[in-house]
């Protein structure tokens, strides 16, 4: 595979995978939450304009965080699993499909009503708020506001937010470094460098996780940023 190629997950691999690899069955409870992601992501393209969300991200972040229970023989309940397939659902609730139910009492209410109140909880704590929720002068400034509190909250989660968060950052960094010239390079290698190196040492340690961060970070090292240009 070429660097630049965007390793994709197809909908049967995701579930061939659940069932014939991490042993997981594909109840009501989860095939529920995948309806509901694909209800949301549904033709959601990436950065790059050619990647789907559900194929680069959604099903891979799962897969990985599946993956990463298994490694340290920590059991994974349905929860954690519909909890990693919806981890990014509040950031699109606007397109959720099922409007008559989301719209009436709001769609982190649909969530509980679902799949529980601690898949809403995972979900909210995961989202990332708009910059206008943060205190400043310039956009600068309202992002860093915006990333102590985000640091803050990541630092004091549980077990299971943090596994998906971090699945989800290496996931996120990795696309980037695939995308030669996006300016989120910059960004992911500040904030590796001020927290996510970190993250995975803080406990709960975790050590894998650690070594592919380091990994992504030193790739996006050599990916090219955007380049500015002259006005």
Request: proline share 5%; aromatic share 10%; hydrophobic share 35%.
């Amino acid at each position: 595979m070429d660097k630049h190629d965007i390793p994709r997950v197809s909908k049967h691999e995701f579930l061939a995978f659940l069932q014939n690899e991490a042993n997981v069955r594909v109840d009501d409870y989860i095939e529920g939450a995948i309806e509901v992601a694909e209800e949301v992501h549904s033709g959601l393209m990436r950065e790059d304009g050619n990647s789907p969300f559900l194929e680069t991200h959604t099903w891979p972040v799962t897969m990985d965080v599946i993956s990463h229970y298994r490694s340290v023989n920590r059991n994974i309940t349905g929860v954690e699993i519909v909890a990693a397939i919806l981890h990014d659902v509040m950031e699109d609730d606007d397109r959720i499909l099922n409007l008559h139910e989301s719209k009436s009492y709001g769609f982190e209410a649909y969530l509980a009503y679902r799949f529980g109140s601690r898949i809403r909880d995972i979900a909210t704590e995961l989202k990332i708020k708009p910059l206008e929720n943060y205190p400043g002068p310039t956009d600068v400034d309202r992002q860093l506001a915006r990333f102590y509190e985000y640091c803050d909250i990541l630092r004091d989660s549980e077990y299971d937010i943090k596994a998906i968060k971090l699945a989800d950052r290496l996931n996120n960094m990795s696309f980037i470094s695939r995308a030669p010239g996006h300016d989120k390079v910059r960004r992911y290698m500040r904030e590796a460098e001020d927290f996510y190196l970190a993250y995975p040492m803080m406990p709960p340690k975790m050590s894998e996780f650690y070594k592919r961060m380091r990994k992504a970070y030193e790739e996006l090292k050599t990916a090219p940023a955007k380049k500015l240009v002259a006005a």
